[in-house]
């Protein structure tokens, strides 16, 4: 059954002095697990490039703007290279490292609402996924193995090792959910906990789909469609018109420096890279999901997602304890897909309550 805090346990204007000492005992208990001196010399010789102020100026194309970096105080903005991509991030704050991972068809800036005040008590690590926002567009080779969420995983436990992590907590959004969930499937040893917000494991979506279903989630089939179909389609049209007006999504309503963002990013170069994700999440995704249908994910779970305003119901817990052996807690909202936007304080709440239990 679906935990539901009232609202007396919940956060509204700071963290409660209990929550105060459990930040700080996560913080001692996870010491072993954030970055040494050596470790960040390390990260840095994996640098390719790093962002200065003058570049949101000078060089917006490839950087972004200076009121999207302010939503980051502190953070780095970098390049980083992994054996198959080179993947951009923004990292920031101290304590035990935390890496959160974007949905479709955004990028690492999605995190804007709460990145900056977890960042007071976790070491951050925002990453756009291969393809995605700034990441570069690997070939997608034989059956789209590249794009494959194992491989995808992978870019990010390589640059986690390069910043020092051998373990972490992890947030997964949307696509990020899905990526989140293979990586506890071929890593739970590096996942110390994990919390996935709105998505469902593939295997499940593909094995039950519904007329609704298809209906709200046309991009799946869409997306999935052989090269060039979906990339001739949706460069045909503005990528503002296209992010405002794909249906459900909920970019409309965003401040307009964010949006400008994703459209910035939503380049011939990310069309191609979310067509390969799709279509990588049809085809091998689904075979390895198959193979592992049986297996349960040990890591402790946080499973929060949105209603768009429909009666809850217990889909989401039920379905997830079929893939997980250690659901500490599921959650729903009254929101739309993006709850970290719609009810950030909420979230913001949860994760404090889950990674500092």
């Given at each position: 059954m679906a935990s539901h805090s009232t609202s007396s346990d919940r956060v509204r204007d700071g963290v409660s002095r209990r929550d105060v000492v459990q930040v700080l005992a996560a913080g001692a208990a996870a010491a072993s697990v954030a970055a040494p001196a050596a470790a960040q010399s390390a990260a840095q010789s994996a640098v390719i490039a790093e962002a200065i102020p003058a570049d949101y100026s000078r060089d917006r194309l490839r950087w972004g703007s200076a009121d999207v970096a302010a939503l980051f105080p502190g953070f780095k903005h970098v390049d980083m290279r992994t054996k198959g991509a080179i993947i951009r991030l923004r990292h920031g704050g101290s304590g035990p490292p935390l890496l959160m991972l974007h949905g479709h068809p955004v990028n690492h800036v999605s995190w804007y609402k709460i990145a900056a005040r977890l960042s007071q008590r976790?070491?951050?690590?925002?990453?756009?996924?291969?393809?995605?926002?700034?990441?570069?567009?690997?070939?997608?080779?034989?059956?789209?193995?590249?794009?494959?969420?194992?491989?995808?995983?992978?870019?990010?436990?390589?640059?986690?090792?390069?910043?020092?992590?051998?373990?972490?907590?992890?947030?997964?959004?949307?696509?990020?959910?899905?990526?989140?969930?293979?990586?506890?499937?071929?890593?739970?040893?590096?996942?110390?906990?994990?919390?996935?917000?709105?998505?469902?494991?593939?295997?499940?979506?593909?094995?039950?789909?519904?007329?609704?279903?298809?209906?709200?989630?046309?991009?799946?089939?869409?997306?999935?469609?052989?090269?060039?179909?979906?990339?001739?389609?949706?460069?045909?049209?503005?990528?503002?018109?296209?992010?405002?007006?794909?249906?459900?999504?909920?970019?409309?309503?965003?401040?307009?420096?964010?949006?400008?963002?994703?459209?910035?990013?939503?380049?011939?170069?990310?069309?191609?890279?979310?067509?390969?994700?799709?279509?990588?999440?049809?085809?091998?995704?689904?075979?390895?999901?198959?193979?592992?249908?049986?297996?349960?994910?040990?890591?402790?779970?946080?499973?929060?997602?949105?209603?768009?305003?429909?009666?809850?119901t217990n889909e989401y817990p039920t379905v997830w304890r079929k893939y997980a052996s250690n659901l500490v807690s599921a959650e729903s909202f009254n929101s739309g897909h993006y709850l970290h936007w719609d009810v950030a304080d909420d979230v913001y709440d949860r994760f404090m309550k889950f990674f500092t239990a």
């Open positions: 976790y070491h951050v690590v925002l990453a756009d996924l291969r393809g995605y926002g700034d990441s570069s567009l690997p070939d997608p080779g034989p059956n789209s193995i590249n794009y494959s969420m194992r491989v995808m995983a992978e870019d990010m436990i390589e640059v986690l090792d390069q910043l020092g992590h051998p373990r972490f907590f992890l947030v997964g959004h949307d696509r990020g959910a899905r990526l989140s969930h293979r990586m506890c499937l071929d890593h739970p040893e590096r996942v110390m906990k994990v919390s996935l917000i709105d998505g469902l494991p593939t295997y499940h979506v593909f094995t039950n789909t519904t007329k609704d279903w298809a209906i709200g989630s046309w991009h799946w089939s869409f997306l999935a469609q052989p090269e060039p179909f979906p990339e001739t389609l949706i460069s045909a049209v503005p990528p503002e018109w296209y992010l405002k007006n794909r249906g459900g999504g909920g970019l409309g309503n965003l401040p307009k420096p964010v949006f400008d963002e994703f459209v910035r990013c939503y380049t011939p170069k990310t069309i191609k890279g979310t067509c390969h994700d799709y279509r990588a999440n049809a085809t091998i995704d689904f075979e390895m999901d198959r193979s592992d249908k049986d297996k349960r994910i040990p890591t402790p779970l946080l499973i929060l997602w949105g209603t768009r305003g429909s009666p809850p």
